[in-house]
């Protein structure tokens, strides 16, 4: 082996001292911006550029809240999660509207966030952000994406064996049901960019510094910084997000409704039947519908009808009765992150 040059021996004191970091101060201690440029291969005015593009980005971030008096001093409870922000946040595509990303550059963006959980988060962390919607959102993105492009360049490449009469007929019969398409798209993003912002303004009236609701968040990159804000507030963010009861209660409430027709979910099924026994034997419920039950027949086919359907009456008072607004909205959220569990099925069927 040659004898190791200057450079060469700078790069590896480099290495030591970015694993050093991630391994001994990230998430155990406070750091600032030197460690955070080392982490990130950037120096410290990128660094300070990058906390100035977030902090406009999202208005919940403040770049007061990154310093202690005029030093920046990044808290170990969130140095990780701000870590992986700045690493997305340094990317040369990033401008903080990711919807104007070509796919492939977005799909980048992701997974240069995803490989920053891995890397940058301790071992909790991962296994919350991992169990939350946007992150599994996330991963199958890009699976969806590879699908879209195999089934485009099939069609492709049968149009290309057909003989010329017939290659003409199809693609002229494609274009014209694909014509329709582009304006169904636009539609659809026009009404997301206007929910979203009718979303965040709402939630902007409740705070006037920060959305607070980390649950409900269906991009990654802001539910990270959502996360962000609240370990910056003290606040731990994990165990406020859910509670147990009132997902049964959603759980069921949808599912009485017809609008959950799939459980097969860890856990769903034993969630919603427990809280379906515990509401049946609660006092709003059980003396009137043993009452009813004298009456009716359980054993003749159409009154047997009538008690499933009067239980579910019942059942829907007494969720009516204990569910507020944000149960609401948690229950959307779980059906969201069910349908994307049926698009991931679907893709495994589909790549059989």
């Not at 939630?203 to 990270?224: K, M, R």
Request: hydrophobic letters at 35%; charged letters at 30%; a negative charge.
């Amino acid at each position: 082996m040659g004898r190791k040059t200057k450079y060469d021996e700078a790069i590896e004191n480099e290495k030591m001292d970015r694993t050093k970091i991630i391994q001994d101060k990230l998430n155990k201690e406070d750091i600032g911006t030197k460690e955070i440029a080392v982490v990130t291969r950037m120096d410290e005015r990128s660094v300070r550029n990058i906390l100035k593009k977030l902090c406009e980005n999202y208005p919940q971030l403040k770049l007061d809240g990154f310093k202690n008096g005029k030093s920046y001093n990044f808290k170990a409870d969130w140095n990780g999660l701000l870590t992986t922000l700045c690493e997305v946040a340094s990317l040369p595509q990033y401008d903080g509207r990711k919807e104007q990303h070509s796919m492939e550059g977005y799909l980048d963006h992701l997974e240069v966030l995803i490989q920053g959980i891995d890397t940058y988060l301790t071992s909790l962390d991962q296994a919350f952000i991992k169990s939350h919607g946007s992150y599994q959102q996330a991963i199958l993105e890009k699976k969806l994406y590879e699908s879209l492009l195999y089934r485009i360049g099939s069609i492709v490449n049968q149009v290309g064996m057909m003989p010329a009469t017939l290659r003409f007929q199809t693609l002229a019969g494609l274009n014209k049901k694909l014509e329709p398409v582009t304006t169904h798209l636009a539609q659809r993003h026009s009404k997301y960019l206007i929910d979203k912002h009718l979303y965040k303004k709402e939630a902007l009236n409740e705070n006037q510094n920060a959305i607070n609701d980390t649950s409900f968040q269906e991009d990654l990159e802001e539910y990270l910084v959502s996360l962000l804000h609240l370990r910056m507030q003290g606040k731990d963010g994990i165990d406020e997000t859910y509670n147990m009861e009132v997902v049964g209660a959603t759980l069921l409430e949808q599912l009485v409704l017809g609008n959950l027709t799939d459980g097969n979910i860890d856990g769903i099924v034993e969630l919603i039947t427990s809280t379906k026994e515990d509401l049946l034997q609660s006092s709003l419920i059980k003396p009137t519908f043993e009452k009813i039950k004298t009456v009716l027949d359980e054993k003749n086919p159409v009154e047997q009808m009538l008690l499933n359907w009067i239980e579910q009456t019942l059942l829907l008072v007494a969720l009516g009765n204990s569910n507020e607004e944000k149960n609401r909205v948690l229950g959307k959220e779980l059906l969201r992150q069910m349908v994307t569990a049926e698009v991931y099925r679907n893709l495994q069927e589909f790549n059989r």
